[in-house]
């Protein structure tokens, strides 16, 4: 189908759909698309086609996607105003971290700032650690990337590294986390860099939620924290972190609010992404470092389908697997895996796969969700 979008207007597109700019000037969080650019919008995921000028988009739309016209730039003022005061940083590093709760808008104000950063030609990395709306790595990892070109999604960004957590819900995993982000700040800031714009979870409520926040926030060390809200939910989170630089923007009226089985809708796809071509792999017992090893000898019909993370004699991340079974008489794993790479440590996690790579069980999620 084909639609026009006059001037000043944006086109919401719930996915599953691809979009194609035919004519005119269009921008998406920042990012001016280019003509017959085609950009595909996941399921479970809205962007919006803001028009700079009477514009005409080629869509082909999937099953349960939509398309909304609105009046304006559905992008806040405020988010404009913070790209202007951060550009103006001297330092380097900028290290910032990103706060609110789910669908909120976080990870849209992480791309835009992104896209407005790079095109004033600053070197960017994302640190991503949302694990359950992970953008970058598979789900259950905190994962990092630099910035290549402008971008409509962080998905479609090139894994650089990542840590295997196991869960998609941080109070299961609090010390595992933090190890990660610790780890995966230092071999960005290692690098050539002049921000690092860091993701995180949904989690923000509750007292045991405000002691992890504040925990990462003294672990990671950011310049200035963004606290992305609808009301003042984030009260309490900003008067517990009022010794760091704050900044307060408020959520994207459009944000779209997703029930579980839309959140899971993307994390699906995304394990998908990562298992793509996938193989089974017998792995001797013998030569790999097992974390959990109770998880082998314990229950192993249970086990089957648990999500695996596999990482070399460096703890380099890998990639991740499925465990299919354990054969204890030949001492071997038997794991479907993209990963060519021969492993030296392979991580047990808390979430179970079915044959085509979908969720069936997860252990230990907060709220009763995972995020």
Not at 30 to 45: A, N, Q, T
Not at 235 to 255: G, Y
Request: net charge positive.
């Amino acid at each position: 189908m084909n639609q026009k979008v006059e001037q000043g207007k944006t086109l919401l597109v719930d996915g599953p759909a691809a979009v194609t700019v035919t004519s005119g000037k269009v921008e998406v969080f920042g990012m001016r698309v280019r003509k017959d650019y085609r950009i595909v919008v996941r399921e479970g995921k809205r962007l919006p086609f803001f028009a700079e000028e009477t514009s005409n988009l080629s869509m082909s739309l999937g099953e349960n996607a939509s398309v909304k016209e609105v009046e304006g730039d559905t992008v806040p003022s405020s988010w404009v105003e913070t790209f202007g005061r951060l550009i103006q940083l001297l330092k380097r590093p900028v290290v910032t971290m990103v706060i609110g709760k789910t669908d909120s808008g976080k990870t849209s104000f992480c791309t835009y700032l992104i896209n407005r950063l790079f095109s004033n030609k600053q070197r960017v990395a994302i640190l991503d650690g949302d694990l359950g709306q992970t953008e970058i790595g598979p789900p259950c990892t905190v994962s990092y990337a630099f910035v290549s070109e402008p971008l409509t999604e962080m998905y479609n960004m090139k894994l650089r590294n990542g840590f295997f957590v196991g869960s998609t819900s941080p109070n299961s995993a609090l010390d595992k986390i933090l190890q990660g982000m610790i780890l995966m700040k230092s071999e960005i800031t290692n690098e050539s860099t002049d921000f690092v714009i860091t993701n995180t979870d949904g989690w923000v409520e509750g007292e045991e939620a405000l002691k992890y926040k504040v925990k990462l926030a003294e672990k990671l060390e950011p310049d200035v924290v963004f606290f992305v809200q609808q009301k003042d939910e984030l009260q309490p989170l900003i008067n517990a972190l009022k010794k760091f630089t704050a900044i307060i923007l408020e959520s994207p009226q459009v944000a779209k609010q997703r029930d579980t089985a839309k959140r899971k809708n993307p994390r699906d796809l995304n394990y998908a992404k990562y298992l793509a071509g996938a193989r089974v792999k017998a792995m001797p017992l013998n030569y790999l470092k097992i974390e959990k090893e109770n998880a082998v000898a314990n229950k192993l019909k249970e086990e089957k389908g648990l999500l695996l993370g596999l990482q070399n004699n460096h703890r380099r991340f890998l990639g991740i697997g499925i465990l299919i079974n354990v054969d204890l008489t030949r001492k071997t794993l038997r794991v479907l895996t993209s990963v060519s790479e021969k492993p030296a440590i392979i991580t047990f996690g808390k979430v179970t796969l079915d044959e085509d790579f979908r969720e069936t069980s997860i252990m230990l999620p907060y709220d009763k969700v995972a995020v």
